[in-house]
């Protein structure tokens, strides 16, 4: 995601080689899931870019998990700085 750290919005971007479901999980350090960006959507192969505002969260680390067709591809780490 870029930029990272982030106040309070910040893209997230990835690829796809193929047309698939995609999800995409916010997850809190203690592995409590904060928020879905994407569930399980039908999406195009290519480059694709998500605007994810955290104003809601507080300051603190947290990570987002790509998910393909069900399967956890990538899980990275963000932190939001107010």
């Given at each position: 995601?870029?930029?990272?750290?982030?106040?309070?919005?910040?893209?997230?971007?990835?690829?796809?080689?193929?047309?698939?479901?995609?999800?995409?999980?916010?997850?809190?350090?203690?592995?409590?899931?904060?928020?879905?960006?994407?569930?399980?959507?039908?999406?195009?192969?290519?480059?694709?870019?998500?605007?994810?505002?955290?104003?809601k969260?507080?300051?603190?680390?947290?990570?987002?998990?790509?998910?393909?067709?069900?399967?956890?591809?990538?899980?990275?780490k963000?932190?939001?700085?107010?």
């Amino acid at each position: 995601n870029y930029p990272n750290p982030f106040n309070p919005v910040t893209n997230i971007s990835f690829d796809l080689r193929k047309a698939a479901d995609v999800s995409l999980k916010i997850f809190d350090v203690s592995g409590a899931e904060v928020e879905t960006l994407i569930n399980n959507e039908s999406m195009n192969a290519g480059s694709q870019t998500l605007l994810f505002n955290g104003e809601k969260l507080s300051s603190g680390i947290y990570f987002y998990s790509l998910f393909i067709n069900g399967q956890r591809i990538d899980t990275k780490k963000m932190m939001i700085v107010k």
